[in-house]
């Protein structure tokens, strides 16, 4: 399969309970390496939608394909395809780290003592493997977590809020070692997280739902490489480069924001509007573009309601 061919497809999938529609006509593709974020605001349908993909619940309509495979119509074969933790890493903590990944090995067929040592490896587990689980911290159970879900070679891996409970330093190292396993094994990651700065150095896209419908799709890579952006200036006399910039780009929205002017333009105009403030006579303490980061962006679109 090439790295572009989707992995995993949802096509007009939908949930309805009783009279309420908890999931309405959800349709999108993950291809093969990619790292998804999945967000949307409190009871939009987000683990609704997971625990259907995993088949912990049934769709009421639409498809859900893994590889190509049905889960409606063939569970068992999708299910080989997909590693998933939806709640917490459920592990024995009496059993050291090698013996849990040897019991969640038997489980599926063709797991073999090489590709044990392999995941143990992959991630960064080798120095602890053989200590008692109780004896881990969260995120050590966390990547155990994800060990024993890619034991089978899946194409798939599920996270349903992976970091939650773990410190600054846990979240890195999960989100490290959940782009090494894109990379590294050709994995399609799917996470979900109410920690949008998170997601937006972990995920190649997210997809945001509200009210049970797709809302938008957003490639992260495309909204930092866009060249437009906002330009934030600081100068000694804020009010005189406003009403200089603002009769030199009117055309652009100079905005005066607090002590600072902001210019929604292409990032080109930044040598421009130094060389304009300084051949006044006006000292420029910063200018630098501002991405919009994806919480701004997410707040635009729900209203600013709550991710969970």
């Known amino acids: 399969m090439r790295m572009n061919e989707a992995v ?20 999108f593709d993950i291809p093969a390496g990619e790292v998804f974020g999945f967000l949307g605001p409190n ?18 309509k639409g498809e859900i394909t893994v590889k190509g495979v049905s889960v409606r119509k063939q569970f068992e074969q999708a299910m080989t395809h997909i590693g998933a933790i939806v709640e917490n890493p459920e592990m024995y903590k009496f059993l050291t780290g090698y013996q849990n990944l040897v ?30 689980v109780k004896r881990y911290s969260l995120g050590m159970r966390q990547r155990l977590g994800v060990a024993q879900a890619i034991l089978h070679k899946p194409s798939v891996l599920i996270l349903d809020e992976p970091t939650n409970g773990l410190d600054p330093a846990g979240i890195r190292e999960l989100r490290d070692y959940l782009r090494k396993l ?15 700065s998170e997601m937006e150095l972990m995920c190649d896209r997210v997809a945001i739902i509200q009210g049970g419908k797709l809302i938008d799709v957003r490639s992260l890579q495309e909204a930092k490489n866009s060249v437009q952006t ?22 652009q929205g100079v905005e005066l924001i607090g002590d600072r002017i902001e210019i929604t333009a292409d990032r080109s105009l930044i040598p421009d509007v130094a060389r304009l403030l ?31």
């Open 103 to 132: 019991h969640f090995a038997r489980r599926h067929s063709g797991v073999t003592k090489q590709r044990i040592d392999e995941v143990v490896q992959l991630l960064g587990l080798q120095n602890r493997i053989h200590e008692k």
């Open 43 to 60: 009871g939009a349908g987000k683990t609704t939608t997971i625990r259907m993909i995993v088949g912990l619940i049934s769709m009421t």
């Open 278 to 308: 300084v051949k006044a006579g006006l000292d420029v303490y910063g200018i630098h573009a501002a991405q919009r980061s994806l919480e701004d962006q997410f707040i635009e679109i729900t209203g600013g309601e709550m991710v969970v």
């Open 230 to 251: 906002k330009i934030v200036i600081e100068s000694s006399d804020i009010e005189s480069a406003h009403r200089l910039l603002s009769g030199a780009f009117n055309h």
């Open 8 to 27: 995993l497809q949802l096509r007009n999938v939908t949930k309805t309970i009783g009279r309420r529609t908890i999931v309405n006509d959800l349709s």
């Open 182 to 196: 894109s990379q590294e094994e050709g994995l399609s990651v799917i996470v979900s997280s109410h920690l949008l």
